[in-house]
């Protein structure tokens, strides 16, 4: 079992930043995905990035070029950079990951990008 607790979320300026974490409740290095999912008013939750046990790394188009995941397995942490944030980048933004086949999501941190 994990929890995960996302932190770092608010509100920014169009051309602006913002760092989030998901802080893991035991130790990640050995969870190969942990992922960054948003879910904007009114539409489906969408994976915004991945990053896997070895560095590997993917991204939505969207976000591609501006944003970047990142791990630190000795603070059991996940971060997401995310440089030049555009309106439709407002979303609550979600931590997840699966361990031994079950899904564990975050609670979630709002992200709000004025224009």
């Known amino acids: 079992q994990v929890q995960l607790v996302e932190s770092g979320g608010g509100l920014v300026q169009a051309g602006g930043s913002l760092r989030l974490s998901c802080s893991a409740s035991r130790s990640i290095f050995s969870i190969n995905a942990m992922e960054w999912y948003r879910q904007a008013p009114g539409k489906q939750r969408e994976l915004v990035a991945q990053i896997f046990s070895g560095g590997t790394t993917y991204y939505a188009d969207s976000v591609k070029g501006r944003f970047t995941i990142s791990r630190v397995n000795a603070n059991n942490t996940v971060y997401l950079q995310m440089n030049s944030l555009k309106p439709e980048d407002t979303a609550v933004y979600y931590c997840?990951?699966?361990?031994?086949?079950?899904?564990?999501w975050g609670q979630g941190t709002q992200v709000t990008v004025s224009s």
């Open positions: 997840r990951t699966i361990v031994v086949r079950r899904t564990y």
